[in-house]
């Protein structure tokens, strides 16, 4: 098959979920498909990260930089039309007219496009060519939670657009002919009648990569991620915040590492003698195995935790709360411990510090549950089979 796949970050270093889902997918379709890619890009892409990407694109590979200057006129273009702003920031008439002349050269048999804010970019195809739209996560969500927990002008602007998203989304869904989603939660959240018919593409994780490690350990809690991501600076706000003090009354030097790239000037105020915060890692691995506990407290936001099943495939003992092991299905308290406020959060924590044996045991079962549970390989040939039905 001929398969034209839209992004819209260039797919690698795997530094974001999106990024992460992209290239795991590129690397099992390549085995049997000639994949086109056609990506957009508001950084710079470097010479590595195109060497890793090419082998995958034996139908080529076309990158269209968005700059700055474009991307705001965009927007406020996006505001008078009523569209989405984060449709907005990545739609661009140049990438379009390229798109467009890709198409008539290439002749795909199947457009494949992640995420909805690709999705303005291929609607005229509509009905002329088969088409699979990859939800992944659900942005209006996302956007409405936010505004929940914003200031008044913030809660305008972030509601507005939650709103614009859940519209979209809805819409979006007759352009394409096929549907998939991360998650049965994020499943649920598409306001359109037939959501139903949205397929559950997990992800995986390669526990060939993500191995346990036997090292000195430097810090008792871990937290990573893009620390730039809304949802990420919540959660270590209320890691560091809340819940680590409480901890603390039970283990008076427990340390905690906040790892990932670009971490936010809220981020960084978080720093102090408990609270190390270390910016980008080369093999995030290292910070997985220098923690005793890795703890996502997430309140906001949707989709899978991706850094949840890695610190699980190292045999971390892992906590979060319901709203990511909606979409994770970890087994509370045998594959994974759950919490919702600060005090039962840090019992759930201060439990896996105390209780190294039963810490250990989490941790093995944790592993077992992501080798069973998430495979990159059995996740796309679900896709795979998808897209050969269209």
């Not at 008044?152 to 614009?164: I, N």
């Not at 037939?194 to 995986?204: D, Q, T």
Request: glycine residues 6%; charged residues 20%.
């Amino acid at each position: 098959m001929k398969l034209l796949v839209l992004l819209s970050r260039f797919p690698y270093p795997l530094d974001k979920g999106d990024k992460l889902r992209a290239f795991h997918q590129l690397r099992y379709l390549a085995r049997h498909h000639e994949i086109c890619l056609f990506c957009l890009s508001d950084e710079p892409v470097t010479a590595a990260s195109y060497e890793a990407v090419r082998p995958l694109c034996t139908g080529g590979m076309h990158v269209q930089r968005l700059r700055r200057p474009g991307i705001a006129a965009n927007m406020a273009l996006a505001l008078l039309q009523g569209l989405p702003l984060q449709v907005g920031y990545f739609y661009d008439a140049a990438a379009q007219r390229q798109l467009d002349a890709l198409i008539r050269e290439f002749q795909p048999d199947h457009l494949y496009c992640q995420l909805i804010r690709m999705a303005q970019y291929v609607r005229s195809y509509a009905g002329r060519v088969p088409m699979t739209l990859d939800y992944m996560d659900v942005f209006s969500k996302g956007m409405l939670r936010r505004a929940e927990q914003s200031s008044w002008g913030e809660r305008m602007v972030y509601g507005r657009e939650g709103r614009s998203l859940l519209a979209y989304e809805a819409a979006a869904f007759d352009w394409f002919q096929a549907h998939t989603i991360i998650s049965e939660q994020d499943q649920q959240l598409i306001e359109h009648p037939h959501h139903e018919k949205i397929h559950v593409v997990r992800n995986g994780i390669d526990t060939e990569f993500f191995q346990p490690r036997t090292t000195a350990k430097t810090h008792d809690i871990l937290f990573c991620g893009n620390m730039s991501y809304h949802p990420n600076v919540d959660a270590v706000e209320f890691l560091a915040q809340d819940i680590l003090p409480l901890v603390q009354r039970v283990h008076p030097a427990a340390r905690l590492l906040i790892a990932g790239t670009t971490p936010a000037p809220r981020v960084l105020a978080l720093a102090s003698e408990s609270v190390t915060i270390s910016g980008w890692i080369d093999d995030i691995r290292d910070a997985y195995a220098a923690a005793r506990v890795f703890v996502a407290p997430m309140r906001v936001g949707t989709g899978l935790q991706n850094k949840l099943l890695e610190a699980m495939a190292m045999e971390l003992p892992c906590v979060t709360t319901p709203l990511a092991n909606n979409a994770l299905h970890g087994r509370p308290g045998q594959d994974i411990l759950v919490g919702e406020a600060a005090a039962e959060l840090a019992d759930c924590i201060s439990t896996a510090l105390s209780d190294t044996t039963a810490a250990a045991q989490l941790a093995s079962r944790g592993r077992l549950f992501v080798q069973q549970q998430y495979d990159w390989e059995a996740s796309t040939n679900q896709l795979e089979v998808l897209l050969a039905q269209r």
